[in-house]
């Protein structure tokens, strides 16, 4: 079981468990889907649903959405 | 997951391939420029006007289209400006400035000066969804800022999201009329005082568009307009993001039925003939255009 801070999907901070540690569990635990957000690790590089996460990781969530 | 083309690491894994950050960027301007060489969407010599909203889609299709297009074309910048405090104000600060750097002609029209109203005072005066009015104003005023700046194209920035909410919307609302009107360009109307509209993003999706934004460094107010949301729309365009996830390519297969049944109209010439309004003379398939019958509405409102 690992631990990582989740920012940025509704403007919340905030902890989240995960079995495996992928982007993929994180994502369903979230109830988000993949098409409609981006993560973005520390660093700034975008992680793909199979990345696996390190414990006591931060990533942040950015929202898909049309502007206009 | 690594990149299908150099095996670094992958960004993003679409119908458009997995790929790497350049291999990404690489790959989303050759879609653009393959939709646009398909559907012959830009002639060289062109004034081709970018309605620019100053979101992430439209600045990286004006980014794309002054890197490729700049020297052979005239490419404008043309906003309209709705009246939206808070939002509109700021995007309007951040299309300055790339217009600028991409040394592209900046133009703004606002509701207030062709409806007399903001959209905020809209909202507050007229009863419905906000943007069933602001769409049908907006449409009818990028229509004459192009006329106005001699344009002979009109390219909108619309994904692959926005059109599949658009096919999903009209088959809803039994609307096949409308629905064959969609496509990489606005192709089943031709009237004098209609500037064709184009779509040369019409096969990338809204998560491609933000990602290229962001990799690309145009830091577009990733702020949805407060408006957006209501109505169908928005109930449409979580529905398909969510059936997306589900079932990867749901999006581009609604459209190739959409432009399979477009072929079939235009074949047949099923859809209606286009005459011009009574009032402010655009091209309009009713006696008085929509946009002057919201005027009309809105001016006999504030007149009460």
Redesign the interface.
């Known amino acids: 079981m690992i631990s990582v801070k989740v920012n940025g999907l509704n403007q919340k901070t905030r902890k989240v468990s995960l079995k495996t540690g992928s982007v993929n569990e994180l994502i369903g635990k979230l109830n988000a889907n993949d098409d409609s957000i981006l993560i973005v690790g520390e660093d700034g590089k975008i992680f793909t649903k199979d990345r696996k996460l390190r414990d006591g990781s931060s990533v942040s969530i950015i929202e898909v959405f049309s502007g206009g | 997951?690594r990149c299908e083309i150099c095996e670094g690491?992958?960004?993003?894994?679409t119908r458009n391939g997995?790929l790497c950050?350049t291999h990404f960027k690489k790959k989303f301007e050759s879609v653009v420029m393959e939709t646009i060489k398909k559907y012959k969407l830009i002639r060289r010599g062109e004034i081709i006007a970018v309605a620019n909203?100053?979101?992430?889609?439209?600045l990286s299709l004006l980014y794309v289209l002054s890197k490729n297009f700049g020297n052979k074309n005239k490419i404008i910048s043309i906003t309209i400006d709705e009246g939206i405090a808070g939002y509109r104000n700021k995007t309007m600060e951040t299309m300055k400035k790339y217009c600028d750097s991409w040394k592209v002609e900046y133009c703004v029209y606002s509701y207030k000066d062709f409806v007399g109203a903001t959209m905020d005072s809209i909202t507050k005066i007229r009863e419905g969804i906000p943007c069933a009015a602001c769409g049908v104003l907006r449409r009818h005023m990028l229509n004459f800022a192009a006329m106005e700046t001699g344009a002979d194209k009109i390219a909108t920035?619309h994904?692959m999201?926005?059109e599949a909410e658009n096919v999903l919307m009209n088959l809803f609302q039994n609307d096949l009329e409308k629905m064959v009107r969609l496509g990489p360009v606005s192709g089943v109307v031709e009237s004098d005082g209609f500037v064709p509209r184009i779509k040369p993003l019409m096969f990338l999706?809204?998560?491609e568009t933000?990602?290229f934004s962001?990799?690309n460094g145009i830091t577009?107010?990733?702020t949805?307009?407060p408006y957006?949301g209501f109505g169908f729309r928005g109930v449409m365009?979580?529905k398909i993001?969510?059936i997306?996830?589900e079932m990867a390519g749901s999006k581009r297969n609604l459209i190739d039925v959409m432009m399979a049944l477009r072929d079939t109209c235009v074949k047949n010439s099923t859809y209606k003939t286009i005459s011009n309004c009574k009032l402010c003379k655009m091209p309009s398939s009713n006696d008085i255009c929509e946009a002057c019958l919201i005027k009309i509405q809105i001016n006999g409102i504030k007149s009460n």
């Open positions: 997951m690491i992958a960004v993003i894994s997995t950050e909203s100053g979101g992430k889609d439209s920035a994904n999201d926005d999706s809204e998560k933000m990602l962001i990799l577009a107010l990733h949805p307009c957006a365009s979580r993001k969510e997306e996830s």
